[in-house]
């Protein structure tokens, strides 16, 4: 039984930093691509960031390429994402999703697994 746990959310002032970091157990798939989607009100899920099985950035924001560096623990099979310079558009419920399969898929419905989400608030 796969679960993420996202932690790290938080209110924070434009141009303030925080770190995600998604848990996981249940996982046996050995390296399994993992991302970060966030969703605001009003606004559809959005990718963040993904990165596959064999540690490559698949896909990064352009709207927080820059800023956002997400990294990932493969023995822990934890994913991070550590956000820099952050700005009100910033302000989301971020959720770590993940696939079982080292390469990563475009569109959020075909991530099976999802984690409850971490508030972002930036003002």
């Known amino acids: 039984h796969v679960q993420l746990v996202e932690s790290g959310g938080g209110s924070v002032q434009p141009e303030g930093s925080l770190r995600l970091s998604c848990e996981s157990s249940?996982?046996?798939?050995?390296?399994?691509?993992m991302g970060w989607f966030r969703r605001s009100p009003g606004k559809n899920r959005e990718r963040v960031a993904t990165?596959?099985?064999?540690?490559?950035?698949?896909y990064m924001n352009p709207s927080v390429a820059g800023r956002f560096t997400v990294t990932r623990d493969f023995g822990k099979k934890a994913l991070y994402l550590q956000m820099n310079s952050l700005k009100p558009g910033d302000s989301a419920m971020y959720y770590c999703?993940?696939?079982?399969?080292?390469?990563?898929?475009?569109?959020?419905?075909?991530?099976?697994?999802w984690g409850q989400g971490t508030q972002v608030t930036v003002s």
């Open positions: 249940g996982i046996t798939y050995r390296d399994p691509c």
């Open positions: 999703a993940v696939r079982l399969n080292s390469g990563c898929p475009t569109l959020a419905k075909d991530f099976p697994f």
């Open positions: 990165m596959d099985g064999y540690g490559t950035i698949v």
